[in-house]
């Protein structure tokens, strides 16, 4: 119990504070916990729909230099991305959480009878505050994925005053590898390669 509370904690955390490097390998953990220690609640469908922005969904290609014509990103739809993908719902500890299953191009509103909650648009989170998503990222990967781990620790730097451990050693990591390209000379360059045309007064 007090496992699945603290896992669900983590999850809830990081899940708003995913770094880019480490959108992958984060899912992976996340459907391996949900499976395995969550309790399934149901399935929902999201439904994602991308504005064109070639033409401002109008269908029409902008163009101010020749006669108007159908749009080449969107066909003329005005819709430049549109899919629905099923989810399932799990609990886990306090928080809930939805784990893709099926991505498709077309609506099913039925599953086995039953038709499914619609959720339009992304899940948007507000990321926590003192760094704390960055902490429990950190800590899953630590436990679950080490060879990821070890891998992006010290990758980013976090700016302000950090608190939390692994977030606070891995700005000092971060700062120490910064500081050693900055010596070696990986981010300058040379006095007699810089061009007079090259500065900027």
Not at 103 to 112: G, K, V
């Amino acid at each position: 119990m007090i496992r699945k509370y603290i896992l669900g904690w983590l999850l809830h955390l990081a899940n708003r504070d995913v770094s880019i490097y480490s959108k992958e390998q984060f899912y992976t953990i996340k459907k391996n916990l949900l499976t395995k220690y969550g309790t399934k609640l149901g399935e929902e469908i999201q439904h994602i729909r991308k504005e064109c922005h070639s033409c401002n969904s109008t269908g029409i290609f902008r163009c101010t230099w020749k006669q108007k014509e159908t749009c080449w990103s969107c066909n003329g739809t005005g819709i430049y991305q549109e899919y629905w993908t099923r989810l399932d719902k799990y609990k886990l500890g306090n928080y809930t959480f939805h784990n893709p299953t099926k991505r498709q191009h077309e609506y099913e509103p039925l599953f086995e009878q039953i038709a499914l909650p619609v959720i339009t648009g992304y899940i948007h989170h507000k990321s926590p505050k003192y760094r704390l998503g960055a902490e429990a990222m950190y800590w899953l990967f630590l436990i679950y994925d080490r060879k990821h781990f070890k891998k992006i620790f010290g990758m980013i730097g976090y700016p302000g005053n950090v608190r939390t451990p692994m977030v606070f050693f891995a700005n000092i990591s971060f700062k120490c590898k910064h500081e050693w390209r900055i010596e070696k000379g990986f981010w300058t360059r040379k006095e007699e390669d810089l061009d007079i045309g090259d500065l900027p007064f």
